[in-house]
């Protein structure tokens, strides 16, 4: 009884996620195939599609190493500058008491939920202000903060982990506050701090639309912006080529799942942003 | 603990300044903003004064006198050091020097007399018509398409003109190139038939989504909960990709499946359907695939967070369920679904928020297309403000529509604030080494 109702769950399962699977298996044939004219399956082998590795596709694009640098700087930026502030400020608000804390939570919570995206026009301006319009620093500093209230949530999370008889130790023995934060709690919270520089990689990895509108040059251009821009412009689409910069674009999160499935896991659980 | 204080306040001050910047002023410069004219033909900064021909025909609009109007097109044809100048580039020294030589000084009221007065030259004599036109331009005495740095520069060159102080306000309102305060973009939203489609479409897009991501999410947690663990931990693979997929990938899968000479036209091309855009041939189709682009990664995000609920219901509760007879059934409905209000409500209201403001993929695959049928709020917002063909970004009119979203969004994560308690919704992220 037990087993026939798994197998009926497990073909309605298998049912929907068909779609899915479908993408995820024509990605990697076609990037390396070529299909029959006006058909699906695979007709010839096609390693001309990973073409982009090793020229410029066409004569206004920058080179893919050039872009895969950009889009790597602007993620590991983003990733060290939301692990730094996160991990002063989840602390401040986990356990020192200062003026105004209940205040400041109540700020955390309420950023943690608001829709960033629509503050995107004022954010263009800002940066034409600041003279930081069309360049990778401006993007990695509008990532970062907007990644902040989302990295503070999680490190306070694992801050208020941390038993606190551990600190009470430190303090007893006459070490200051800023030493028992460095020199004891920290590494308690090693993990979660891991877990979240591995997600806000990822998360500027694929960012997409700050960029685009942010620094739409050539010269801060990312493998988001790139691969947009490639499709954008072709008359007649060649998927052959997307699906090859695509799987490209694709490895490092890939890779990055697979070696730190049970973090991300927990990480995307508890956070609720994207 | 004074020391604590100061700990404390350096500890949280970079994180502030950050949420000041990028939160804060961005918040409040929506609302300025969304009371300005400005775009890219004002730019953000200051502008100059400058008339120009096409002016000309809005400034009895504007409440000048059309006395006012005859002087600035009519002021006459002088002798001056810098019409000379241009003379001499344009037409050589020799010309220069003896038109300066015979008309020292000289101003002439109409262009007739200062064509007369080009004729004159002997030298080097200027024959055909058309040439003498473009030199009489030379000569021309207007403040049409001068630049002027500040009011006062403006101000100075029209009383020059012998224009009265009444038609200088009106004229320098209409001559400032900058950006100014206004209303006219509420009243633009208010007036025009697109907002309210783009609100219409909005609404269909969020409600048709959200059952569709609590629905899919619910069921592919609670399916994979009752399966074994290995098969489970494959469905679950597969629909956590296109979560962590970046965007731009995740989509042109779906433009493969659905364009013309895609998946399913391939698919279906054999059986006698046509060949046809899956993703823009109707409104109907753009609707359909756009909800399930994002009903996709939404289900994805909702199996997540319920399986962990799910994990996190004792499993006593299931054994004290099964000795008292309750099938897999009557588990969910009398275990399990009670135990899952508050994280269907909070992923309901997330999401609200989230679909309400995101038009990240919608832009990626249909683009508001076709015609604008697909078209949301937030997109209308990106398109007016950011993107659109014409060239001329109107940032103005683009923080208006974000104004409204900013509003929900505030109203919202504070109605959050007082309803939710977060801490208990959301599984403390612990990760156990």
Not at chain 1, 203 to 223: K, N, R, T, Y
Not at chain 1, 259 to 274: A, D, P, S
Request: neutral net charge; aromatic residues 14%; glycine residues 6%.
């Amino acid at each position: 009884m037990r087993s026939r109702s798994n197998l009926f769950l497990i073909a309605i399962l298998a049912l929907i996620s068909t779609p899915l699977v479908i993408m995820y298996v024509f990605q990697l044939i076609d990037s390396v195939s070529r299909p029959a004219l006006g058909g699906f399956l695979p007709q010839t082998w096609e390693l001309g599609n990973w073409r982009f590795l090793w020229e410029t596709i066409d004569s206004a694009r920058p080179s893919i190493w050039r872009v895969t640098f950009n889009t790597f700087v602007f993620a590991a930026s983003t990733a060290l500058l939301v692990c730094a502030f996160s991990i002063t400020a989840a602390y401040a608000l986990s356990r020192l008491n200062f003026p105004a804390r209940r205040f400041f939570l109540a700020g955390l919570i309420m950023l943690h939920a608001f829709p960033t995206i629509t503050l995107i026009i004022a954010i263009f301006i800002v940066l034409q202000f600041l003279g930081l319009y069309d360049s990778l620093i401006g993007v990695i500093l509008v990532k970062a903060a907007l990644e902040l209230p989302f990295g503070i949530w999680i490190m306070k999370g694992f801050y208020d982990s941390v038993p606190w008889e551990i600190e009470m130790a430190g303090v007893q023995d006459g070490a200051s506050r800023f030493r028992v934060w460095r020199e004891l709690i920290l590494p308690q919270v090693k993990p979660g701090l891991a877990a979240l520089l591995i997600f806000s990689f990822l998360a500027g990895w694929s960012e997409f639309i700050l960029p685009l509108v942010l620094a739409p040059g050539a010269d801060a251009q990312v493998l988001a912006t790139y691969m947009n821009a490639v499709i954008a412009d072709d008359m007649r689409p060649d998927y052959g080529l997307f699906k090859a910069i695509g799987v490209f674009y694709a490895l490092p999160v890939i890779a990055v799942y697979l070696l730190f499935q049970k973090q991300l896991m927990n990480i995307y659980g508890g956070g609720t942003k994207g | 603990m004074n020391k604590q204080k100061l700990l404390g306040a350096a500890f949280i001050s970079p994180a502030l300044i950050a949420v000041i910047v990028f939160f804060l002023v961005p918040v409040i410069l929506t609302v300025v903003f969304s009371f300005t004219n400005m775009s890219t033909s004002t730019g953000i900064l200051g502008g100059e004064y400058q008339l120009t021909q096409s002016d000309l025909d809005d400034l009895s609009g504007a409440g000048v006198s059309d006395e006012a109007i005859t002087l600035l097109q009519g002021a006459g044809y002088a002798m001056t050091d810098e019409s000379l100048t241009a003379f001499e580039t344009e037409f050589g020294k020799t010309r220069a020097d003896e038109l300066a030589q015979k008309f020292p000084d000289a101003t002439f009221d109409s262009r007739r007399d200062m064509e007369r007065a080009l004729k004159e030259l002997r030298t080097d004599p200027l024959r055909s018509t058309r040439e003498r036109k473009a030199a009489a331009e030379l000569f021309r005495q207007s403040i049409l398409g001068q630049r002027y740095e500040t009011k006062d520069d403006f101000a100075n060159a029209v009383s020059a003109l012998n224009i009265s102080a009444a038609d200088t306000q009106p004229l320098t309102e209409v001559a400032y190139t900058g950006w100014t305060f206004t209303t006219q973009n509420f009243e633009l939203l208010w007036q025009l038939p697109a907002t309210w489609r783009y609100a219409i479409n909005t609404v269909i897009y969020v409600s048709l989504t959200l059952v569709f991501n609590v629905t899919l999410g619910l069921f592919l947690a609670l399916s994979t909960f009752f399966l074994p663990d290995r098969i489970a931990q494959t469905f679950r693979t597969i629909w956590f990709l296109p979560r962590i997929l970046p965007p731009v990938l995740y989509v042109m899968m779906w433009q493969w499946m659905t364009w013309d000479q895609g998946f399913i036209s391939s698919l279906l091309a054999p059986l006698g359907v046509d060949r046809i855009d899956w993703m823009r041939h109707s409104a109907v189709h753009g609707w359909t695939v756009l909800v399930l682009i994002n009903g996709f990664v939404g289900a994805s995000l909702g199996m997540i967070l319920f399986s962990s609920s799910l994990r996190a219901i004792p499993q006593t509760q299931f054994y004290a369920a099964q000795v008292d007879g309750a099938g897999r059934w009557q588990q969910i409905r009398y275990v399990i679904l009670p135990q899952m209000r508050w994280p269907i409500l909070f992923i309901t209201s997330y999401q609200t928020l989230s679909l309400l403001t995101s038009f990240e993929y919608i832009l990626l695959s249909t683009d508001g297309g076709p015609g604008r049928q697909t078209e949301v709020w937030a997109l209308a917002a990106y398109h007016t403000a950011l993107s659109n063909y014409g060239g001329n970004l109107e940032y103005g009119l683009g923080a208006a529509y974000a104004l409204a979203l900013v509003i929900i969004g505030i109203i919202l994560s504070a109605i959050y604030l007082r309803f939710f308690n977060f801490r208990e919704l959301v599984a403390k992220p612990r990760i156990e080494q």
